[in-house]
């Protein structure tokens, strides 16, 4: 149960867009399209912004989008706002009927 | 207003056993899965356990399998952690969080946790 692969860090500027891949492997990222991501605050709880790879939840903006590609994830945050300084974490089914989770990823909006 | 509330963390000494316990409300909770996600302090998410609507299946990450046990009681719409042979690694907040209704491997409603902290 090898945590999925994230960058530590990206950043961009109010307007841009930033993109924050997750790798995984052909037991997880690969083989389902269960990926889901989260947007965490510090000291408060997730909140999920992308599942299934691509669907957006109700009331989440649609500057966030989600693709996938082989055994990588990616989130893209395009419109970039002040509001969307977090964490994010990418999150994924197994086919050892586990799940799995990113390092994480701090973004930063410069 | 669907919500999830954990309950039970507190200080333990290493070796100790512990049970936390996540209450939940505005939704039907014996149609649902239910999954514990854990966050040691400065560090990021780690799946830990999920179980089942019905409790017929539980899974668990390797790093916790066979000290850590997660149950449900349908009739009080709680679920439970038990925590044994706890070690200081362990320490972390532990989240409960809900399956998604229409995405059975999306978590979608998250508690506030309960900060467990494994200490001699």
């Known amino acids: 149960q090898s945590a999925l692969t994230q960058p530590a860090s990206v950043s961009g500027s109010p307007g841009q867009s930033i993109t924050i891949s997750c790798t995984g492997a052909?037991?997880?990222?690969?083989?389902?399209?269960?990926v889901s991501w989260y947007q965490q605050y510090p000291g408060k709880a997730p909140k999920l912004v992308i599942y299934?790879?691509?669907d957006r939840p109700s009331g989440v903006s649609n500057r966030f989008s989600g693709s996938k590609s082989g055994n990588t994830a990616s989130l893209t945050i395009s419109g970039l706002q002040a509001e969307d300084e977090a964490d994010y974490y990418c999150?994924?089914?197994?086919?050892?009927?586990?799940?799995?989770f990113g390092g994480g990823t701090k973004l930063t909006v410069l | 207003q669907v919500q999830v509330v954990e309950s039970g963390g507190g200080v333990v000494q290493p070796g100790r056993s512990l049970r936390l316990s996540c209450a939940a409300s505005?939704?039907?909770?014996?149609?649902?899965?239910i999954h514990w996600v854990r966050q040691a302090p400065g560090k990021g998410l780690e799946w830990v356990a999920f179980?089942?609507?019905?409790?017929?299946?539980?899974t668990y990450a390797d790093s916790v399998e066979g000290r850590f046990t997660t149950s449900r009681d349908n009739s009080k719409n709680t679920l439970y952690l038990q925590m044994n042979s706890l070690r200081v690694e362990d320490t972390a907040v532990y989240y409960c969080?809900?399956?998604?209704?229409?995405?059975?491997?999306?978590?979608?409603?998250w508690g506030q946790g309960t900060m467990v902290t494994v200490s001699s």
């Open positions: 969080a809900k399956r998604m209704d229409t995405s059975p491997y999306t978590l979608d409603i």
């Open positions: 505005g939704y039907i909770f014996s149609n649902y899965g």
């Open positions: 179980i089942s609507y019905d409790g017929a299946k539980e």
């Open positions: 052909s037991s997880d990222i690969g083989y389902y399209n269960y």
């Open positions: 299934e790879v691509t």
């Open positions: 999150f994924s089914y197994t086919t050892a009927s586990t799940y799995v």
